[in-house]
T-cell receptor, first 111, second 118 residues
């Protein structure tokens, strides 16, 4: 099971782009990389998922290098409401394998 | 994307009583569901894996007789905290494995249940 490492915390000013990098050196061939956002007293909310290269949706982009040993979540022009904990999870979705959470990154957006 | 509903969102119970938490997959069938516990300022800790029609698999250190899990159908898993004590107060979150047809292929999380034992 691929273990993930993320910075514990980050601060950013409103309107800036935020990049959060996750390291997953032992990622398996069939593993996907999924990012979740969690607000206090809420369940994790799906942000974006990818397997390789770049994925973009309406809220974020996910950059995955060729070796897939890391990934970067990019949040464009963050606002105060983006203050949350962000988790990077790695796993094979089509199996019953468990997802173990790492520490996550606590992002604080400053006015 | 896939949706998982968790109920109740908040519950307060007296010490020594039991509490049941429900986790439902609304628009997909989930043969596998997971239960997590989260203490303040900490990450989610996996408690157990629930498989439809079979016994749950518990993580090391989690008491299976205290945290009873039932996965009787493809859309419902329940977690019962038996003989609850104040130290069981926590935020409980379920997750269900969603299929490739969803944007969030893999695991969808419920909104969580805040349990307070007094």
């Amino acid at each position: 099971l691929a273990k993930t490492t993320q910075p514990v915390s980050m601060d950013s000013y409103e309107g800036q782009e935020v990049n959060i990098t996750c390291s997953h050196n032992n990622i398996a061939t069939n593993d996907y990389i999924t990012w979740y956002q969690q607000f206090p007293s809420q369940g994790p909310r799906f942000i974006i998922q990818g397997y390789k290269t770049k994925v973009t949706n309406e809220v974020a982009s996910l950059f995955i290098p060729a070796d897939r040993k890391s990934s970067t979540l990019s949040l464009p022009r963050v606002s105060l409401s983006d203050t949350a904990v962000y988790y990077c999870l790695v796993g094979t979705p089509n199996t019953g394998n468990q997802f173990y959470f790492g520490t996550g990154t606590s992002l604080t957006v400053i006015p | 994307g896939a949706v998982v509903s968790q109920h109740p969102s908040r519950v307060i119970c007296k010490s020594g009583t039991s509490v049941k938490i429900e986790c439902r997959s609304l628009d997909f069938q989930a043969t596998t569901m997971f239960w997590y516990r989260q203490f303040p300022k900490q990450s989610l800790m996996l408690m157990a894996t629930s498989n439809e029609g079979s016994k749950a698999t518990y993580e090391q250190g989690v008491e299976k007789d205290k945290f009873l899990i039932n996965h009787a159908s493809l859309t419902l898993s329940t977690l019962t905290v038996t003989s609850a004590h104040p130290e069981d107060s926590s935020f409980y979150i379920c997750s269900a494995r969603s299929g490739a047809s969803f944007e969030n292929y893999g695991y969808t999380f419920g909104s969580g249940t805040r349990l307070t034992v007094v």
